[in-house]
């Protein structure tokens, strides 16, 4: 299959496509940085009740793409040339802000690229896909419910690895625990329980879970099992979710070409058509899967009709 894709992208593109720009990818991190500062605002100091919920909304989206930018440190995706420091330091930051270990995540995802299509050796879908497929227990990864289920999954996934890794996992996942109670503390004491809901409660308890899931639904849910190539979900390009997931939305064309920065796959997808239309592969939306997931009750991994 990988033969079959590398035909149907010619060698220039190839190479432009894989062309790390790390002034791109600073550029979207100054953008949340921006979001952070806009929507922190709205979201403290608007009277209007609409705006305020939106600015945490906002705020929920940015602490969900801290792990996009993450990924992107896991591919190393950012720099030209190999910067083991730097890939480290930002791994850590973005790994913190997210809410998670950076070398549980980094070996948690790559194992995930290596077993894609396994039922037992992908830890996404060994682990953290649900196993019960009822609507209401699919609607609690949409609630803070999501976290013990997710850490509940990363501690099955981290059962056979080495005990040095395990250490480590510990540790970073200690410090990132402990940077967000201290963070909810200062915010409780300098700003009040009112500041704390908008500006840290709200976008990471109650809009990072939605985020998570309708990303997820756009992953490997809706697939067919007996085509590698339709292992992942093809998704339409969409200005929106472009720029509110950070191009995380093209991930049939991230495993296809791991390597590819986020920002050149809608190129990517464009170059790809005709392969899609010769595997019979039409583009999804999020709020069909949405349909599909929860009205029409599809199990995932499987060809929903």
């Known amino acids: 299959m990988k033969r079959e894709l590398r035909a149907f992208v010619p060698p220039e593109d190839f190479k432009a496509l894989h062309k790390k ?20 605002y709205l979201a403290l100091h608007s009277s209007w009740w609409f705006f305020s919920f939106l600015g945490s909304i906002a705020l929920g989206f940015v602490a969900f793409d801290w792990l996009i930018l993450l ?3 896991i591919h190393k995706a950012i720099f030209c040339k190999a910067r ?16 998670l270990s950076f070398h549980q995540f980094q070996k948690w995802h790559l194992d995930h690229h ?5 039922e037992d050796d992908d830890p996404k879908r060994a682990h953290l896909t649900p196993k019960i497929v009822k609507r209401w227990y699919k609607f609690l990864y949409m609630t803070p419910v999501l976290f013990p289920i997710y850490f509940r999954a990363a501690a099955q996934a981290s059962r056979n690895y080495p005990t040095e890794l395990k250490r480590i996992i510990s540790r970073e996942r200690s410090i990132t625990i402990g940077f967000h109670f201290l963070l909810m503390y200062l915010l409780y004491i300098w700003v009040g ?57 093209y991930h049939i064309e991230h495993h ?19 392969f899609y239309d010769k595997h019979q592969m039409t583009p999804e939306s999020y709020f069909k899967l949405l349909y599909g997931w929860f009205i029409q009750n599809q199990v995932p991994h499987t060809k929903w009709t």
């Open 71 to 73: 990924h992107e440190v």
């Open 21 to 40: 720009n790390a002034g791109k990818h600073f550029f979207i991190l100054a953008r949340q940085i921006f979001i952070v500062f806009i929507a922190g």
């Open 114 to 118: 290596n077993e894609l299509g396994s």
């Open 84 to 99: 083991p420091r730097f890939y480290g330091f930002l791994g850590q930051i973005y790994a913190i802000l997210g809410g």
């Open 256 to 274: 296809y070409f791991p390597g590819v920065p986020c920002y050149n796959l809608p190129r990517l997808q464009k170059i790809l058509q005709p």
């Open 193 to 249: 329980p009112l500041a704390l809901l908008r500006l840290h409660t709200i976008p990471y308890l109650f809009v990072f879970p939605v985020l998570f899931t309708i990303n997820r639904l756009g992953q490997h849910y809706s697939v067919d099992p007996n085509d590698p190539a339709h292992w992942s979900t093809l998704m339409k390009g969409s200005f929106f979710w472009d720029f509110a997931y950070i191009y995380s939305n």
